[in-house]
């Protein structure tokens, strides 16, 4: 019955380090894109499939779309830069304690100190 017990004990300290490893399956990983090329050489037809992904960090390079009343943050922005000069861009001046930041092609009023969405205009930038 010991040798039981200690087999058992035994087996349980091997395995933890496994069961307590992450799941390689759920990783943060999504497909962007899957494309399928089909190429007929001398009469066979071969089918090829590439998926693009993005992992990780490398998400935020994905576009993302503001809402009015969600917190901005500036590592989630594509292109992000503070516009010094709103009426260069025909955009109104900003009130008190907000300013105008870009965010790929859009301009979005931001508060300075809740860094709450304000306002979104899309497309405003070319």
């Known amino acids: 019955m010991k040798k039981f017990i ?4 035994a ?23 899957t494309q399928r090329t089909v190429v007929k050489q001398n009469g066979n037809r071969v089918v090829t499939q590439k998926k693009v992904e993005i ?3 490398d998400r935020r390079q994905a576009r993302r779309s503001w809402r009015k009343g969600e917190r901005f943050e500036s590592r989630y922005a594509q292109n992000y ?18 300013r105008w930041v870009q965010s790929g092609n859009d301009a979005v009023l931001v508060g300075i ?13 070319r």
């Not at 200690?6 to 004990?9: K, V």
């Not at 830069?81 to 907000?98: H, N």
């Not at 100190?113 to 930038?125: K, R, Y």
């Open 81 to 98: 830069r503070v516009i010094s000069s709103p009426r260069q861009y025909r955009l109104r001046d900003a009130p008190r304690g907000y």
């Open 113 to 125: 100190t809740s860094g709450l969405i304000a306002s979104v205009l899309a497309n405003a930038i």
């Open 11 to 33: 087996a349980t300290v091997a395995t933890s380090p496994v069961l307590a490893a992450p799941d390689r399956d759920r990783d943060d990983r999504r497909v962007v894109q």
């Open 6 to 9: 200690l087999a058992l004990l």
């Open 55 to 57: 992992r990780g960090d």
